[in-house]
């Protein structure tokens, strides 16, 4: 059976048309989007590719200008320089490593760095790896191994032909950028390089400190002295400017900025002035002990104001150039120049040194001999010249004897016997009173065996010997001898007990007793002030760009300790320098003022004696006392006691001091 058919109409000329229109219209879009998409992918592709991958919004961080330094009368210490600083961007770098290192090999060239490949060193101990590298290639991935991803100037300071030609050939380098920033000036040298600091680039461990919050990679932050202590306050605040950069690299336009906000102004108590005259004064010290033969070539000093305890000025040797951490430094480059081999010079001795302080101590020990009852200021000793105790037999420094001595006397001239036997008086059971006796207890109240708390970043205790102490190193030794096996650590007593001749011993400053200059010179200041222990500081005040106080920044509250036959001790400390006897007498004779000190000469196993000398001069309305040490060198009177004598000159009268010919007493 047959389907039906259906009848459809035919379509009319007129749709006809209008399809046929429709149709030719639609080829012509298709068509016109094929040959626009043909021309941006085949002819334009490559080109607009890179604009596309290239082409962004970068933020460039604009570094704060950091806070001067200044001196206590607004003499500038620290200061900043403009500064066009060449920053290699790790991420940034192409990824293959032969392409890496072509950069780093031209960068190097137009620096005018060594292309030759060096040894250079990752790690330490056992994680030590040594790898052939360009120097500039060392230094960048140092960096990058030390904080991954953060920014490595390459070079602080670049001179106009350098950026000029860096910047006309971004695209011949890329990952390295120009960057506008700050450079630390030092408008003294090297006066005051231990006070002052250093800084440079945050590291992996401060990064994870609270106090530096907020910084990134590649950021500048101090790393000692008072850039290190008043580091926030120095900081600043960065900024950051927005650009658009082209896919060389370069700018194209700059976008709206964050300004940086410059960090604060630091006021300190230092004279700038004495601080140059000290540390000359200990150079000439130094030099003074070699010309007699000795080996010396490290010390240091501490001016005190003995009433506020304000650091006058405070001086290390060796010292070191500040201005030179200002510049991208390697590993190899920081052991050669600032390791042990070179003689520590970024070590602080005057506040982190530890040293047995010879006769220096003696005062203490007369004050705890008083405080006891254990002398009189008026109790006579017949001194023979040796002092005896069993089988002990001491005698006083080159033989001397001074027949009968009283307090006064003793300390004028510096009686070793007359201090044996305080030592062995004061001398307690180490059962009963492991802590010590006395002795040890004064000492401690005079400052020794603790920090002083002065505002710097770090600062040795020291060590006041007792019991305890004899016990602590004893197991020190055990502990060394379980863990190197054998028998030769040597690191502590062979006999952990306390006997009375390590009291001996402690009652001139020696044996394992230690401190600082800074600590002997804070004692020093009680003597002087009548039993203040005062607390050192360097800081005074925190400024705004004017020069308007925005903190003052005061130290914590002395202590106050009563001390027993302070007016003999001091007399016999006058006579140190204005006695004809006393052992400082040719140094400071003529000198114009009362000057109370001491001498102190320290024995050292193997070693040249060391020179210690310790002063304060009367002036009630410039208060000062003056500490120096100069290891291996000689007699406290040969080295530091003239050299104390050029820094108190320079305060009193405003002029150093002349070397003075020294006696050789003790």
């Known amino acids: 059976m047959r389907e039906p058919r259906i009848h459809r109409p035919e379509a009319s000329p007129q749709l006809a048309v209008r399809v046929a229109v429709l149709g030719v219209i639609a080829l012509a879009i298709f068509a016109a989007i094929f040959f626009r998409l043909w021309y941006l992918q085949v002819l334009s592709g490559d080109r607009y590719l890179a604009q596309a991958s290239v082409n962004r919004i970068r933020v460039l961080p604009t570094p704060a200008p950091r806070g001067r330094v200044l001196d206590r009368s607004g003499t500038v210490l620290v200061d900043n320089q403009p500064a066009v600083a060449i920053v290699v961007v790790p991420p940034r770098l192409p990824e293959r490593a032969a392409a890496r290192r072509a950069v780093l090999a031209r960068l190097s060239r137009v620096l005018g760095k060594p292309t030759a490949p060096r040894a250079c060193e990752f790690g330490s101990g056992d994680d030590r790896v040594v790898k052939r590298l360009m120097p500039l290639e060392c230094l960048v991935d140092q960096h990058v191994a030390a904080v991954p991803y953060a920014d490595v100037v390459v070079r602080t300071a670049a001179s106009r032909a350098v950026y000029s030609y860096l910047g006309e050939r971004a695209g011949e380098f890329p990952g390295v950028e120009l960057r506008d920033g700050w450079l630390r000036d030092y408008p003294l040298g090297r006066a005051g390089a231990h006070v002052l600091g250093t800084i440079g680039q945050i590291n992996a461990q401060e990064l994870e400190d609270p106090r530096f919050a907020g910084i990134g990679g590649g950021a500048l932050v101090g790393k000692s002295g008072v850039e290190r202590s008043y580091d926030h306050w120095l900081r600043g605040r960065d900024g950051a400017e927005r650009v658009q950069v082209d896919a060389h690299?370069?700018?194209?336009?700059?976008?709206?900025?964050?300004?940086?906000?410059p960090g604060s102004d630091l006021q300190l108590s230092l004279d700038a002035r004495l601080q140059q005259v000290g540390e000359r004064a200990l150079a000439d010290g130094i030099a003074r002990?070699?010309?007699?033969?000795?080996?010396?070539?490290?010390?240091?000093?501490?001016?005190?104001?003995?009433?506020?305890?304000?650091?006058?000025?405070?001086?290390?040797?060796?010292?070191?150039?500040?201005?030179?951490?200002?510049?991208?430094?390697?590993?190899d480059e920081w052991e050669r120049g600032y390791g042990a081999d070179a003689g520590s010079p970024l070590f602080d001795r005057a506040v982190d040194g530890a040293y047995p302080v010879g006769s220096t101590f003696k005062p203490v020990t007369a004050v705890a001999a008083l405080a006891t009852g254990a002398t009189t200021p008026e109790r006579v000793y017949d001194d023979t010249g040796?002092?005896?105790?069993?089988?002990?037999?001491?005698?006083?420094?080159?033989?001397?004897?001074?027949?009968?001595?009283?307090?006064?006397?003793?300390?004028?001239?510096?009686?070793?016997?007359?201090?044996?036997?305080?030592?062995?008086?004061?001398?307690?059971?180490?059962?009963?009173?492991?802590?010590g006796g006395a002795l040890q207890q004064w000492a401690r109240r005079f400052g020794f065996g603790s920090a002083t708390g002065v505002d710097l970043p770090s600062e040795t205790p020291g060590t006041v010997p007792d019991q305890r102490h004899a016990d602590e190193l004893w197991e020190a030794e055990l502990a060394c001898r379980r863990r190197e096996r054998r028998d030769d650590c040597r690191i502590a007593l062979a006999d952990h007990a306390w006997t009375v001749g390590d009291n001996v011993s402690l009652a001139i400053g020696q044996g394992d007793f230690q401190a600082s200059p800074l600590q002997l010179a804070t004692a020093y200041a009680a003597l002087a002030n009548g039993g203040t222990v005062v607390r050192p500081h360097v800081g005074l005040a925190v400024l705004d760009w004017r020069g308007q106080v925005l903190q003052r920044?005061?130290?914590?509250?002395?202590?106050?300790?009563?001390?027993?036959?302070?007016?003999?001790?001091?007399?016999?400390l006058l006579g140190v320098t204005a006695d004809r006897e006393g052992t400082a007498h040719a140094v400071f004779d003529g000198f114009g003022r009362a000057v109370h000190g001491k001498t102190g000469t320290v024995e050292l196993d193997g070693r040249p004696d060391q020179s210690w000398f310790v002063a304060w001069v009367d002036e009630p309305k410039r208060p000062i006392v003056v500490a120096a040490v100069i290891e291996d060198g000689g007699f406290g009177a040969e080295a530091a006691a003239p050299a104390v004598r050029q820094i108190l000159s320079q305060w009193v009268y405003g002029r150093a001091g002349e070397l003075v010919a020294g006696s050789a007493r003790r």
């Open 289 to 331: 002990a070699r010309a007699n033969g000795n080996a010396a070539g490290a010390g240091a000093f501490v001016a005190l104001d003995y009433e506020s305890g304000e650091l006058l000025a405070l001086g290390s040797a060796p010292s070191y150039d500040p201005a030179r951490f200002t510049r991208p430094m390697s590993q």
């Open 553 to 572: 920044l005061t130290p914590r509250a002395p202590r106050r300790i009563e001390i027993p036959g302070l007016e003999p001790i001091r007399r016999g």
């Open 249 to 261: 690299g370069a700018v194209s336009r700059a976008l709206d900025p964050l300004p940086a906000v």
């Open 386 to 435: 040796t002092w005896r105790s069993g089988a002990q037999v001491r005698r006083n420094a080159g033989g001397a004897s001074f027949g009968p001595v009283a307090l006064e006397r003793a300390l004028t001239v510096s009686v070793d016997t007359y201090f044996y036997d305080l030592g062995a008086r004061l001398n307690a059971d180490p059962v009963e009173h492991p802590r």
